[in-house]
């Protein structure tokens, strides 16, 4: 006898409760894989239990269904993550050994950077390589000497990857992925003979390939939520699937023909644009779709998605902390449940097609942004009108370009006259992201963290309930929603007004946060330098922009440890002079001729050297010009100062205790206003040296809950027995320090 359940959820929702806790559960159990397995083990119990009972309480089957599909991906982290880390692997990254691998290139070279397995171990790494040209091709193996760090937990790659010497490429792709490559590549070549920016978007477009995508333009595309547009998925295979059964109808071809020829054409399609996560989410439902059709069986939208995704995820587990995956999921969720009925509401009062056009990028923006706020705690306003007129022409340019792509590697002219016309809508595009990117407040800020998404779901689920909820409820939603307006308004109003009213105008020194590194910020009326430039392009820029800097008259590279240089696309063409360090590894050398080329002077810094940056003169008091080793030891030691009304500096780069010493002895520095600490506050310090300086305010440039422990208790024990006040970018984020009337002004974002 069976028991009487309480409705059941909708048919179509039905399985997103199971890939949702399966999503929950990899993501947790990524970061600690050592509970995967008894995990695991305790959840198949669970999930045959609860299997067991539901054959007399139907009630629990859905309950079943939720902790078996736990069960699969903890099982898959369990079986998984011991092969990720090889004991022999695992010893020379904590020992900084260096390694020779073989890696086989497994995705397309970013800045520099590209993702791969180590040959033979299947081991995921990110390999840093050099920064200049299209990198190594996906599927060739390549031969390095290297030192390996340990990635992050849940990171999906297992180590990174410090390549000491060139890269050499020992093997070529296998054939399938030679010919996407050279279609690739050749597309490439195409876009140049068009002009930017519509020709460096085109193949962005069409098959994500955003080498040639302007920094600006990547930049005002993010700023104005269209940076999707160039993100291969959904949209792109089922325009290849459609295409495809369209040009199959007219040859009459048995169903069975025209699904299996489809789903070649799907195949090819994921290799040509290579298999990232939103690719794959989007080719698995394209795949689960033709087979519904091929059983003759109707394929629901968002079943088909949540199998996907529990699917993959049962593949590879580490996609549940991948944004991309998120953002692609979401975005569809959004779609297939938001579209429809925000359309219906929006067609009471406009006509049906524009209510249609503004519903589709207002589901996916309302399903995506508590994700996006993790990446950017901003909200885009201009991001639903900026959609509106762009995604009509995504379509065209995706179709043209994708056309140009393959009749281009047949017939490059006749490609070239195809790729001409998908530059029109590929620059109304770009045109339309500049617009909007360059309106006043195109990003206004929101809460970052948890309490910013909370606060953010809250809203959008009082906004939904006001539009779809019953008549009691729309009211109270209503209100919640005007309340939320108001209150967003007035406390982004008082909070601009506050920050910049609190600024000091006439800041000497800013150390920018860009986690993990160095970038700090010299001034001198309208003249600018910067020392050093942070691990990554993007926080750096951001600063620069924040504060309104545009062109910096000197770069210092202290030395050429990527949390020092990283950043380095961020200010190349924007520097008239480079005072570099030691320079030893050719990836450093490859790193100087990137400056050069853009039209800066760039200069080998030795003790001696002077110059000037406004009222301000520097004088570097390290490294001689012979006995230093490479790296931190070799680190430019600045000394700002001017005759009067300017506060003076030391900026130590990542100096040790040893190499402190030998400064101190032979450059004899003397009292200064604020200290650059040494090396993210690590506990390789001289205490004899921060005495001697005895410096009012000590700055340190690090990361929050880094790996290392900085700051040490060591160094902010000798900082404190010196009387220095410390300013940290983990705690105080942006700090600004400018000479004030009875001392030192001080101010930090947080």
């Known amino acids: ?107 397309r070279t970013v800045e520099g950077r590209f993702a791969g397995v180590i040959a033979d171990t299947s081991v995921p790494v990110l390999v840093f390589g050099d920064a200049r040209g299209a990198g190594p091709a996906i599927g060739s193996t390549v031969s390095l000497r290297a030192t390996l760090r340990p990635a992050d937990a849940g990171e999906n790659v297992a180590f990174l990857v410090y390549p000491k010497d060139a890269i050499e490429v020992v093997a070529g792709p296998p054939p399938l992925l030679a010919w996407a490559d050279g279609i690739r590549t050749g597309f490439v ?45 959904g949209a792109n295979c089922a325009i290849v699937v459609g295409a495809v059964f369209a040009l199959m109808a007219r040859t009459r071809a048995p169903r069975i023909v025209r699904i299996a020829v489809a789903a070649a054409a799907l195949l090819g399609f994921v290799v040509l644009v290579t298999p990232e996560p939103s690719v794959l989410r989007a080719a698995v439902m394209a795949a689960l779709a033709l087979g519904a059709l091929a059983a003759g069986r109707p394929a629901l939208g968002m079943p088909v998605l949540c199998v996907a995704v529990l699917g993959l995820l049962i593949t590879d587990p580490w996609l549940a902390r991948s944004y991309g995956f998120a953002l692609s999921a979401l975005a569809t969720a959004g779609l297939l449940m938001l579209a429809g009925p925000l359309a219906k509401v929006l067609g009471r009062v406009l006509p049906g097609w524009l209510a249609t056009v503004i519903a589709v990028p207002s589901a996916a923006q309302l399903a995506c942004q508590p994700v996006l706020l993790l990446l950017d705690p901003s909200l885009p306003i201009y991001g639903i009108p900026a959609n509106l007129l762009a995604e009509p022409a995504a379509p065209l340019a995706t179709v043209l370009g994708l056309v140009a792509c393959l009749v281009g590697a047949l017939s490059p002219p006749l490609g070239s006259a195809i790729a001409w016309l998908g530059w029109l809508p590929a620059s109304w595009i770009a045109a339309v992201a500049t617009l909007f990117a360059g309106l006043p407040g195109a990003r206004s800020p929101w809460p970052g963290g948890g309490v910013g998404i909370a606060l953010l779901c809250l809203v959008e689920v009082a906004a939904l309930v006001a539009l779809f909820g019953a008549r009691r409820s729309r009211r109270a939603a209503r209100l919640v929603c005007a309340l939320a307006v108001v209150a967003y308004l007035a406390s982004s109003i008082g909070a601009t007004v506050v920050s910049r009213v609190g600024r000091p105008s006439n800041w000497q020194y800013a150390m920018c946060d860009v986690g993990q590194g160095d970038a700090t910020l010299v001034r001198s009326g309208d003249h600018i330098a910067a020392v050093d430039v942070g691990p990554d392009p993007a926080p750096l820029r951001a600063c620069l ?153 000590g700055l340190i440039g690090v990361g929050a809950d880094n790996d290392y422990g900085h700051p040490t208790d060591r160094a902010l024990g000798i900082l404190a027995s010196t009387g220095t006040t410390v300013l940290r970018t983990d705690l105080n984020g942006l700090i600004l320090v400018a000479p004030g009337t009875d001392g030192i002004d001080v101010w930090t974002a947080r």
């Not at 030691?582 to 001696?608: I, M, N, Q, W, Y």
């Not at 490479?630 to 205790?657: H, K, R, Y």
């Open 1 to 107: 006898m069976t028991i009487a359940t309480i409705p059941a959820l909708p048919a179509r929702l039905r399985l997103l409760p199971v890939a949702l806790l399966a999503w929950l559960a990899a993501g947790i159990a990524i970061g600690i894989p050592d509970a995967a397995l008894p995990s695991a083990v305790i959840a198949a119990l669970v999930a045959a239990g609860l299997s067991i009972a539901a054959r007399r309480v139907r009630i629990l089957i859905l309950p079943a269904l939720c902790v078996g599909g736990a069960a699969l991906v903890l099982a898959a982290v369990a079986f998984a993550a011991p092969a990720r880390a090889p004991s022999d692997l695992a010893a020379a990254a904590h020992g900084g050994r260096s390694s020779e691998l073989l890696v086989v290139v497994g995705g």
């Open 189 to 233: 070549e195409i876009s140049r003979q068009l002009p930017d920016p519509g020709g460096g978007l085109l193949p962005g477009l069409a098959i994500g390939e955003t080498s040639r995508v302007p920094e600006s333009l990547d930049t005002a595309m993010k700023v104005s939520s269209l940076s999707h547009l160039t993100a291969v998925s």
């Open 545 to 697: 922009d924040d504060l309104g800097i545009g062109r910096l008259d000197l770069v210092v590279l202290t030395h050429f440890d990527l949390d020092h240089v990283g950043g380095a696309d961020a200010v190349i063409g924007r520097t008239d002079r480079v005072l570099v360090g030691v320079v030893s590894e050719p990836d450093e050398e490859r790193l100087v001729e990137r400056f050069a080329a853009a039209g800066a002077e760039v200069v080998r810094a030795e003790r001696g050297d002077q110059g000037t940056l406004g009222d301000l003169t520097w004088d570097v008091l390290w490294p001689p010009d012979h006995g230093t080793e490479p790296g931190n030891p070799s680190s430019v030691t600045l000394w700002w100062s001017c005759t009067s009304g300017c506060l003076s500096a030391i900026m130590l780069g990542d100096l040790g205790e040893e190499a402190q010493l030998r400064m101190t002895g032979s450059a004899h520095p003397a009292q200064v206003d604020v200290v650059k600490v040494a090396h993210h506050g690590s506990a390789d310090q001289s205490p004899a040296l921060y005495e001697r300086l005895q410096a009012t305010i």
